[in-house]
């Protein structure tokens, strides 16, 4: 595993700003996980599951490693998972005080633009809700926003 994500193994380990909790991402199938540990035993350790199901299905032969990434936001209990071979964008979110409270929602449906390799990134605009989705295949921008306030606020459009 590796701290941030920052290499092509299956299993990463994102930072929190809490320092006791880290969210584990499944790079292969988009399944995530709130991994917490503690200084008093192993009773106040565990991983809970943020994300029950796979958003991708590979097949065996497929190389998928690294196909999905977390991008942390200036919230510090919200994420966004981005599919990089699709642009399809979700908004993660853990919590310390209950585990009702975790959250993976869908701030897009629609592949964008297929590819069998990353080829999206996103980049933070200046309001900490919204950010650019950017093909590295075609150039092609999409502005898009997470939010708290509920589905409809959560929105995402091309720009280019």
């Known amino acids: ?11 990463c380990l994102y930072e929190t700003q809490n320092m006791w ?16 540990f503690s ?4 009773d106040y350790m565990f991983a809970a599951p943020i994300n029950y199901w796979s ?11 690294g196909r999905f ?5 200036q919230n510090m209990w919200t994420f966004i998972m981005l599919d990089s071979f699709t642009g399809r964008l979700w908004q993660v979110q853990y919590d310390t ?7 993976c929602v869908s701030i897009n449906e629609e592949v964008l633009e ?4 990353s080829i999206f990134t996103i980049q ?15 150039g092609a921008m999409w502005q898009f926003q997470w939010t708290t306030k509920g589905p409809d606020y959560r929105w995402i459009k091309r720009v280019n």
């Open 1 to 11: 595993m590796e701290d941030g994500g920052e290499t092509d193994n299956r299993f």
């Open 21 to 36: 909790t880290f969210i584990m991402l499944d790079t292969f199938t988009g399944k995530n996980w709130q991994v917490q």
């Open 39 to 42: 200084t008093k035993g192993t």
């Open 55 to 65: 958003k991708a299905y590979p097949s065996s032969t497929d190389r998928w490693q």
């Open 69 to 73: 990434k977390m991008f942390a936001t």
């Open 97 to 103: 005080k209950s585990l009702d409270n975790l959250l």
């Open 114 to 117: 297929a590819g069998n390799s």
């Open 124 to 138: 933070p605009m200046t309001s900490m809700y919204q950010y650019y989705l950017i093909s590295n295949k075609s």
